[in-house]
């Protein structure tokens, strides 16, 4: 049973301006140090961590307003197969969150649905 969608769109320069902005401190406050680790060891890491961004996002939207959720109870990591996936740090919650992202050179999309 679907509980809860949503889905977010960012630009990845938004993303990056953020972390030239307030470096370190912006990613720790929004992700954490698996997702720094992964992202810094890519190419292009800001794609990745725009796209975790736009899962986290997604991930909130499909809770609803009256969640009680941090950036850093949502993380999103890869499988071995490179499928996304979410991790919740809140003992409570015992949903799964089925997770979808992609990204380009401009934007990073996520999509999070929420069942029983």
Known sequence: MVLGQGIDIIEVDRIAKAVERWGDDFLKHVFTD???????????????????????EAVLKALGENSDVGWKDIEVINQHSGKPSCIFHKKDFKQKI???????????VASAIITT
């Open 98 to 108: 089925l997770l979808s992202m992609s990204h380009t050179k401009q934007y990073a």
């Open 34 to 56: 698996q997702e720094i680790a992964y992202a810094r060891k890519r190419r292009f890491p800001d794609q990745h961590f725009a796209a975790r961004f736009a899962a986290k």
